[in-house]
């Protein structure tokens, strides 16, 4: 079998007050899946259940390592999912509200690449 790319979506997440990298990246992949429909994994592609896509996740964040990978997975709600997160993204200064209990002045910004594949003969 083969992994042929069907689809690959864009987007882009921020955390203004928490300076969560995963609510960023969470948010940065459910933006790139918010408006896509895939009628072509069962029209063209031929599958039977959207679990047979192969979804990879590529997330660049500030803080990549503080990220809980699970969680971010977790936006996806088919497929044979994996993450991969690495260091990117933005920092950029907003102001630290202490009643939202931001640690600090930080806004977190994400952007994530979704790539959908399906496995085919050739």
Do not use: C
């Not at 896509?53 to 809980?68: N, T």
């Not at 907003?94 to 640690?103: F, N, Q, S, T, V």
Request: net charge negative.
């Amino acid at each position: 079998m083969v992994q042929k790319r069907l689809i690959i979506e864009m987007g882009m997440g921020i955390d203004q007050h928490g300076q969560d990298p995963t609510v960023a990246a969470a948010r940065a992949v459910r933006n790139a899946i918010a408006h896509n429909a895939l009628p072509g994994v069962w029209e063209v592609a031929g599958l039977s259940h959207p679990d047979q896509m192969i979804v990879q996740v590529q997330v660049a964040v500030p803080y990549a390592e503080q990220v809980r990978k699970d969680e971010v997975l977790a936006v996806l709600p088919f497929g044979k999912k994996s993450l991969t997160v690495s260091d990117g993204g933005m920092i950029v200064q907003g102001r630290a509200i202490p009643e939202l209990k931001d640690k600090n002045d930080e806004m977190l910004i994400a952007n994530a690449a979704v790539t959908v594949l399906i496995e085919t003969e050739a």
